[in-house]
Nanobody, 123 residues
Framework: QVQLVESGGGLVQPGDSLRLSCAAS????????LGWFRQAPGREREIVAA????????KYGDSVKGRFTISRDNAKNTLYLQMNSLKLEDTAVYYC????????????????WGQGTQVTVSS
């Protein structure tokens, strides 16, 4: 079993920054990818960013490229999402998941999920 616990969400203004953390316990990942997803009210869940466990290769959703940075600290079993230049449309519940994998050309999924952390961007 794997437990994933997100933290770091909150209420911020447009242009602000936040850093989300996801602490993993119960299993040590030795490969594959880890990822962040988000889901806004009335919208489908979407992949935000993914990173490979071993080499740190990254992928980003088009809407966050250049603003968000995913990283991981394997020694601490922790995944991060640095979010800069936040916009109103970034408001959502953010989830970490591991391992993550591509389902089709536009969708990803994960085996284990955290409970989510709310990010609200409001002026």
């Amino acid at each position: 079993q794997v437990q994933l616990v997100e933290s770091g969400g909150g209420l911020v203004q447009p242009g602000d920054s936040l850093r989300l953390s996801c602490a993993a316990s119960g299993r040590t990942f030795t490969g594959g990818s880890l990822g962040w997803f988000r889901q806004a009210p009335g919208r489908e869940r979407e992949i935000v960013a993914a990173i490979t466990y071993t080499y740190g290769n990254t992928k980003y959703g088009d809407s966050v490229k250049g603003r968000f940075t995913i990283s991981r600290d394997n020694a601490k079993n922790t995944l991060y999402l640095q979010m800069n230049s936040l916009k109103l449309e970034d408001t959502a519940v953010y989830y970490c998941a591991a391992p993550v994998y591509r389902v089709d050309a536009s969708r990803w999924n994960g085996d284990y999920w955290g409970q989510g952390t709310q990010v609200t961007v409001s002026s």
